[in-house]
Every structure is written in C-alpha cells, then in structure tokens.
C-alpha cells in the first residue's frame, strides 16, 4: 500500500536552505516539502503524495482548502486585507463573535474576542479571569499543554522540548492531578480510580494552592500533546462545580479539541458541563492564524480599560472569512456525525491490531480524536517510545503524516481531516498497519 517516496535533487536543495536558513529548533516531522494540498492528500515537489492524518496538529478539520472557504477567502480579499479593527471596524470580526456566542455552550450573555494564537488565547483568558476574580494564580493539570510563550510555557507540563532552558516562568501557575485511566493502580475499577484522584484533586488545593487564590483553572477537555488523555463525566464534573463553589473561573481549553474534532461541537460538550471561558483555535480557520475567547459576558467585560484586550493582527478579515465558512461547513455537511463514524472505524481496525501486536497497550478515542499508546510490555506498561518513533518514521517515508503524542511520545494520534473519504482513510490505515509490521 505505501511505497518508498521519491527524493529528488530539488528537495535535497530546499532541504540543505532549510538547515542554512531557518532556526534549528523549529520541529518538522516530516521534511519533504508540499506544494499543493486538496482535501485530506497533501503532494510534494518531488509529486509524492501524502494522506494527511495531521492536519497540521488539528488545523484542517474541514480538510484543505475547502471550495467554501477558497470562495470566502477570495471574496473577502477583493474588499480589503487588513484596516486592523482597533484601528476602524469591519463586520466580518463582529460577525464571527456572534456565530461563534451562538455555537458556545451555555445559555447566557455571551461575548467573544478574537485573537491570533491558540497561546494568545490561553494568555487573554487568564488577563480576563485575573481581572474578574482580582486574583492571581492559573491552575492547569499534569499532561497539559497550553503554548509556547512565557505564560503558557508555566501552564504546559512537558519540559522537553517546550520549557528546556527557557526559564524562570511566570509565577503563580500550578498544576494539578489529571485521570489517566489506563495508568491506573492494577486491580482498581476507574469508578474507585476517579475517588482517588479526586481526593488528590482536592489534596492539592491544600497543599500547592489555596481556592481563594485562583483566579482560573484551564482544562483541556481531552488532553492533546499529553496523548488524548480522556477524562470520565464524574471528574470533569466535580471540577466544574469546585470552580463553580469556590468563585474560579472554569476556562475550558478547546483550541486542539473544538470545531466537532470529538463528534460535539466542543468537546466539553461531551461532559455535559458548562465553561465559563473558552479558548478556540487551530480548526476555526481552515489554516488562517485565528483563535479567540468566548463564554460570559460579564467576565469579559470586567477588563474595563478601553485597548487592555486586542492587538495588530487580532480579528484578520481574511481569517474571519475563512471561519465563517468552516462554522457553515460543519453544520452543512455534519461533521459532528463525520467524527464518530471516522472514530469508529479507527478504533475497530485498531482493536484487529491489538490482537496482533503485542506493543499496542491502550486505544482510546473520543469521536474521531483517537490515539494508540504503546508499550514494551502490557503487564508493566511500561512506554514504547522507540517503537512509536518507528511507526511514526516508517508512515511518513511511505505517503502518510502521522504524529506522535503523549508525556513519553508513546502514542500515535490522528487527526485527519473530518472531510476525509473512506479510500483515503483505509488508505492512511493500511500504511499504519505496514508500519506496525515493519516495528514488530
């Protein structure tokens, strides 16, 4: 099914400006170079093609370059570029925080800012719920990951590569226990499981950080560099009405999660909780650098001086365009439904493989955001890095863009787009299933 790609002396050129020009530390999983992308194929120069299971890390939920979002980029592009909304407005901003108070959960006054970053997201809703509660401190959880810059780097859990060598962090950031139901204590049923780690849940309020000091607690409804890490309905809940008992602001992180990744519009949805916060990126603009806060009004709001929220770039037109589009391709082409279905059939090849291979540990999903963890022996559990880097390595030498994930990168994840056809995503299994083999 995959075959060896091709290599030809144009990518060693781009490949060796690559090395010379750009910042080593910047990652690239896979170092072909793409020069055209349709739907869930992505093609090289070298005309290798590639089934995309990336997605550019949960970028491409309705696939790339989606006819709608092509036909609202370019008519927005014959109006203007960008006249900066602090600067004057226009109504595609205006517009986009409407659609996306009305998709939000909760039924109550809604507001919404637009940003750039899914970590500027994370950073304005910690700004809004500090200048809510008058408090200080963020609490996050082990595993988590919130972003790159000096704030979110204290708030993301995995040193390396994120936080080596780039302290000291920005203060008052704490993290607390998270369920991680296959790593729980042998012989414990998840129910006796949640019990404990409620119970060090609230420990940690006692020891670490008290309630009255926490002006928010940021939770990814499914955990994603952590290795789709899903919580039970109990916790989520138990968090949610901590928060709500002692005045934290419950921030719900969806910027991997959102835009029906989960088979919910959200995937705290899926918890039947209520944020008061949230944070969206990656998937809301088809690959147009675009997130944003939405949840109550009155939280929002209590950043009272007029320029304390916004920036240069904040809110593109382009971008607000391109969302627009991707909020009516979801609706009109059910990609809610799409994920469970594209779940489903990840998880029932992947169970025919566990019977195989002995590595695969554990498969866990939540719609179509799905991942196999790896280990060296399913007694001990003990993380198979090695191996998942050669599954990893094996499908993206052989047509398929596949990620890693997890604490100990002992996880593959997928997150094709949810627009994938069923050829293309049997396709993108038969080379997982190659890769397995060849790591056996």
């Given amino acids: 099914m995959g075959k060896e790609l091709l290599e030809g002396n144009l990518t060693e050129e781009w490949q060796a400006k690559r090395d010379r020009y750009v910042a080593s530390a910047v990652g690239n999983g896979n170092r072909h170079l793409a020069t055209k992308a349709e739907g869930a194929v992505i093609t090289d120069i070298d005309g290798n093609e590639f089934i995309d299971f990336a997605g550019a890390i949960g970028v491409q939920n309705v696939g790339h370059r989606h006819p709608k979002v092509l036909e609202a980029v370019k008519k927005q592009l014959d109006q203007y570029i960008h006249p900066g909304f602090n600067v004057i407005m226009y109504p595609e901003y205006i517009e986009l925080c409407e659609k996306l108070c009305e998709v939000a959960p909760g039924n109550f006054a809604k507001k919404a800012i637009l940003l750039n970053s899914g970590a500027e997201a994370v950073e304005n809703a910690v ?57 729980k204590p042998e012989g414990m049923t998840d129910e006796e499981y949640d019990v404990e780690i409620i119970e060090q849940f609230n420990y940690f309020f006692l020891s670490n950080v008290a309630p009255e000091m926490v002006a928010c607690l940021v939770m990814e409804p499914v955990q994603g560099e952590g290795g789709f890490i899903i919580p039970s309905k109990r916790f989520v809940t138990y968090v949610r009405d901590f928060c709500t008992e002692h005045g934290i602001v419950f921030i719900a992180d969806e910027i991997q999660a959102g835009f029906a990744r989960t088979g919910k519009m959200f995937a705290i949805e899926n918890f039947d909780v209520t944020p008061d916060l949230m944070t969206v990126s990656k998937s809301l ?95 001990t559990k003990e993380p198979n890095k090695e191996r998942t880097s050669k599954v990893v390595a094996y499908a993206n030498q052989h047509g398929l863009l596949l990620l890693n994930a997890g604490l100990k990168g002992n996880c593959i994840r997928f997150l094709s787009p949810l627009t994938i056809k069923d050829e293309e995503l049997a396709k993108g299994l038969a080379i997982i299933e190659e890769a397995l083999e060849f790591a056996k």
């Avoid at 994120?162 to 607390?176: L, V």
């Fill in 127 to 183: 700004k809004i719920a500090r200048s809510y509660t008058g408090r200080q401190a963020v609490v996050t959880f082990d595993r988590a990951f919130h972003g790159r810059t000096n704030l979110t780097m204290g708030m993301t859990s995995k040193v390396k590569p994120y936080k080596m060598g780039f302290g000291p962090f920005a203060p008052e950031t704490y993290q607390a226990p998270y369920p991680y139901y296959y790593r």
């Fill in 285 to 379: 603009a088809a690959g147009f650098p675009l997130s944003g806060v939405v949840g109550k009004a009155e939280m929002i709001d209590a950043c009272k001086l007029n320029g304390s929220l916004g920036g240069t770039y904040c809110g593109s037109p382009i971008a607000c365009a391109a969302a627009l589009a991707v909020l009516d391709i979801i609706k009109d082409e059910h990609l809610t439904e799409q994920a469970e279905k594209i779940g489903t059939v990840i998880e029932e090849r992947a169970k025919e493989w566990a019977k195989t291979y002995t590595f695969i540990g554990d498969i866990r999903r939540l719609g179509a955001m799905a991942a196999i963890e790896f280990v060296k022996d399913k007694q």
